[in-house]
């Protein structure tokens, strides 16, 4: 009667969707618990699903539940006539997914006794991730929020987790319920993102390097990644501009670091290499000698002029604006090159200190004022074609001014000849050497332009000797 009523129940709970296998069994068999520490409990509750109990016994500790008795681990003998011919156990075991068996008493089996197990085989935790809002993708598929969720391994399997978000460096585990590889956690797994990363870019990208603590990880672009308490510092560097450094923490009480960061290299940067000896000006101002580095903002222009003994003075406007031309990173001058070519008027001249000056010059004994006269007109009149003044009575002659033009400047020169002293008979000569750096200023019109010049030009330096061995 009873087998009949139980077959009753259990054809109605079929018809409603709620089938569950049963274990034929006689009146007694032995159940044993793999692995050995598992504990198995007796539900002689309400009717329940396989399922339902499974995660009850997920949800609960079954020792304290008035409707489970526990019978321990290991190998148990079991009369199912105790249990009313239906008998439901529940093996449990921390790590692992409970397993939920349903055995009925079978007449056909009365005599034969079985040996059964309850196997835990699939392991199970739960798995977490930090910060609250990270993702978590499990073989490549992104697993709904909320977190925590049980993580299920199937025996013999293996898992890949990647936890990932925005702004830090993803980590991957991967879990196993193998043997021999690194058992799965029992409780509860929270994988923590705490490593950091900034997505840094530059531009222009090309030839844009950047740096992390002097070590350089790319070009245009980088993940710059910041472990746990560490602060680095980033530098973007391109020949021709001027560099750019950041400072990203990731540490307690400092700034959080951006996800990404684009910085604009636009600032120039020009090394001036110049021969020693030479002066290097930047609008106006003489900055140094040798080598020299302007640092232009952009929209801004510098005046670069550099002047040597010798040597035509280099003269360049550079500006940072949105022209075409491109500022250079680097500007070499070398000595006797189309960019700084020898100063024609240097070769063409000697340098004197006699040049603006007043050389006195005495004559013999004897020699009369007249003859002394006439042969200091005829020694300036060899050098010189026109004479703008000349009076022998006051002993005063003065020539006119002579220009000579070359590339980068204007020369003149002119000769002032008067009588020192009359007794005993001297005169002074001064050759007047001037210099302008327009070579189109040509005449008397322009001597606010003109500078007195230490040199004298070669036509004329013979002057004096020759007036000196004349006058004997």
């Known amino acids: 009667m009873r087998t009949t009523l139980l ?62 008795k526990k019978l321990g681990s290991g190998s148990y003998p079991i009369e199912i006539d105790d249990y009313d011919d239906l008998l439901t156990l529940v093996a449990v075991k921390q790590g692992y997914l409970p397993v939920v068996k349903t055995f009925a008493y079978n007449k056909e089996l009365k005599k034969e006794m079985l040996s059964l197990k ?46 990932k978000k925005e702004g830090y460096l993803t980590k991957t585990e991967v879990f196993y319920n193998q043997e021999g590889k690194t058992e799965a956690p029992l409780k509860r797994k929270t994988i923590t993102l705490d490593t950091r990363v900034v997505h840094f870019e530059t531009t222009p990208a090309e030839g844009s390097y950047i740096y992390v603590d002097g070590v350089k990880v790319g070009e245009g672009n980088a993940q710059i990644v910041l472990k746990s308490g560490t602060c680095v510092l980033v530098k973007a560097d391109k020949e021709g501009f001027v560099e750019i450094e950041r400072t990203y923490c990731n540490k307690e009480g400092s700034p959080e670091p951006p ?101 006195v010059m005495s004559t013999p004994d004897g020699m009369s004022e007249e003859n002394a006269w006439k042969i ?3 020694i300036i009149q060899t050098y010189f074609d026109e004479l703008e003044q000349i009076d022998r009575e006051t002993g005063y002659l003065r020539t006119a001014w002579v220009y000579k033009r070359y590339p980068n400047r204007t020369v003149r020169t002119r000769v002032i000849v008067k009588i020192n002293n009359r007794e005993p008979l001297k005169y002074s000569l001064k050759i007047s050497s001037e210099e ?13 332009d003109f500078r007195p010049w230490d040199r004298v030009l070669n036509k004329y330096k013979e002057i004096i000797s020759e007036m000196q ?3 004997k």
């Open 469 to 471: 061995a004349r006058l």
């Open 259 to 359: 996800v990404s960061d684009k910085v604009s290299l636009s600032d120039r940067k020009i090394t001036i290499r110049v021969p020693d000896g030479a002066t290097i000006r930047v609008n106006g101002k003489e900055v140094g000698t040798s080598e020299y580095t302007i640092k232009l903002v952009k929209g801004s222009k510098a005046k670069i002029e550099v002047e040597k003994k010798g040597f035509v003075t280099y003269m360049t406007t550079i500006h940072n604006d949105e022209s075409e031309v491109a500022p250079p990173a680097v500007i070499v001058l070398s000595e006797n090159t189309p960019e700084f070519p020898e100063d024609e008027s240097f070769s063409s001249s000697t340098e004197s200190d006699v040049a603006n000056r007043d050389f």
């Open 118 to 163: 309850m196997e835990l085989t699939t392991r199970i935790f739960n798995l977490d991730a930090s910060p609250y809002d990270a993702d978590i993708f499990v073989d490549g598929e992104k697993m709904a929020h909320p977190y925590p969720f049980v993580m299920h391994l199937g025996e013999n399997t293996n898992k890949t987790v990647e936890v």
């Open 376 to 378: 200091v007109a005829q």
């Open 7 to 68: 077959f009753i129940a259990l054809t109605i709970l079929t018809s409603i969707g709620f089938s569950q296998e049963t274990i034929q069994v006689g009146k007694e068999f032995n159940i044993s618990s793999i692995p050995n520490e598992a504990v198995i409990y007796v539900y002689s509750g309400p009717w329940k699903s396989e399922k339902q109990l499974e995660i009850e016994a997920l949800e609960n500790d079954l020792s304290s539940m008035s409707y489970f």
């Open 436 to 448: 302008c750096s327009d070579r189109a200023k040509l005449d008397s019109r322009d001597d606010d």
